[in-house]
């Protein structure tokens, strides 16, 4: 079993920063790819980035691509999503999950942190 805790969520003006992190315990995360989602009012939970259990360059969503950075270190248990240039589109509740590989239907959730950007 793996749990997941974010942090860092909040309420930010439109073109500003925020850091979430996602921090594990019950197993290493070592053997886990990691994910961050998001899931808006009223929408589907999609995804916004992906790392391999190995580090290497993640997968961004197209509307993270260029303003997100995703980062783990597996020595502190803890993956990380940087978020710059926020729009009010980001506003959303931003989930860290983590499985074998990634997807929507990973096995591992966390109960998510709230993210407002306002114009």
């Known amino acids: 079993q793996v749990q997941l805790v974010e942090s860092g969520g909040g309420l930010v003006q439109t073109g500003g920063s925020l850091g979430l992190s996602c921090k594990a315990s019950?197993?290493?995360?070592?053997?886990?790819?990691m994910g961050w989602f998001r899931q808006a009012p009223g929408k589907e939970r999609e995804f916004v980035a992906a790392i391999s259990w190995t580090g290497g360059y993640p997968n961004y969503a197209d509307f993270a691509k260029g303003r997100f950075t995703m980062s783990r270190d597996n020595y502190k248990n803890t993956v990380y999503l940087q978020m710059n240039s926020l729009k009010t589109d980001d506003t959303a509740v931003y989930y860290c999950?983590?499985?074998?590989?990634?997807?929507?239907?990973?096995?591992?959730w966390g109960k998510g942190t709230q993210v407002t950007v306002s114009s």
């Open positions: 999950a983590a499985d074998s590989s990634m997807s929507v239907r990973a096995t591992y």
């Open positions: 019950g197993r290493a995360i070592n053997v886990y790819a």
